[in-house]
T-cell receptor, first 115, second 117 residues
């Protein structure tokens, strides 16, 4: 079974600075997807960024980028130019390829952006 | 607008009662999921369904039941057998026909908070 570990329960960052959230996972699969989801105080979960394991290039979405290290099974999220609206719980998630496979989530990291 | 609607947003239950949480989606998604969220434990899968009239247990199915009689609806019943039901419950859906860069994305409802009195 796959597991996802987020070792940082809480983090804080000053507005406009950069922060990196860590995620490691355990799997014997070679083809899979990794995700970062954001849950703001409103509790509405939204997708931040997605990475396909077969792609060596790290995914980027505006201020959000990942550092995907397949051999090390590491998938960290970097947030540049942090904004107050980035304050949220961030979840790392894993999904192996195949019809109907479900996502496995980590425990989450609370990020607080300070002004 | 397309999306997922969960109701009620807040629900209080007395011990020994069964309660049902509603989840409706108009995204025409094949798969639907129920997750439970507790502080420090992330999201844990309760049940999921990939097709009408079929569903599978997730990691913490004991004390819960579901049905999938219609593609757009996936209600969750929290039974009296669930020993610690106070939690935040999230429903999600996914389009299984998506491939390539859109694969795998879950769309979530706004959640339902259940409190046992």
């Amino acid at each position: 079974a796959q597991t996802v570990t987020q070792s940082q329960p809480e983090m804080s960052v000053q507005e406009a600075e950069t922060v990196t959230l860590s995620c490691t996972y355990d799997t014997s699969e070679s083809n899979y997807y990794l995700f970062w989801y954001k849950q703001p105080p409103s509790r509405q979960m939204i997708l931040v960024i997605r990475q396909e394991a077969y792609k060596q290039q790290n995914a980027t979405e505006n201020r959000f980028s990942v550092n995907f290290q397949k051999a090390a099974k590491s998938f960290s999220l970097k947030i540049s130019d942090s904004q107050l609206g980035d304050t949220a719980m961030y979840f790392c998630a894993f999904m192996k390829l195949g019809y109907g496979n479900k996502l496995v989530f980590g425990a989450g990291t609370i990020l607080r952006v300070k002004s | 607008d397309g999306g997922i609607t969960q109701s009620p947003k807040y629900l209080f239950r007395k011990e020994g009662q069964n309660v049902t949480l509603s989840c409706e989606q108009n995204l025409n998604h094949d798969a639907m999921y129920w997750y439970r969220q507790d502080p420090g434990q992330g999201l844990r899968l309760i049940y999921y369904s990939q097709i009408v009239n079929d569903f599978q247990k997730g990691d913490i199915a004991e004390g819960y039941s579901v049905s999938r009689e219609k593609k757009e609806s996936f209600p969750l019943t929290v039974t009296s057998a669930q020993k610690n039901p106070t939690a935040f419950y999230l429903c999600a859906s996914r389009d299984l026909s998506r491939t390539g860069p859109n694969t795998g994305e879950l769309f979530f409802g706004e959640g339902s908070r259940l409190t046992v009195l």
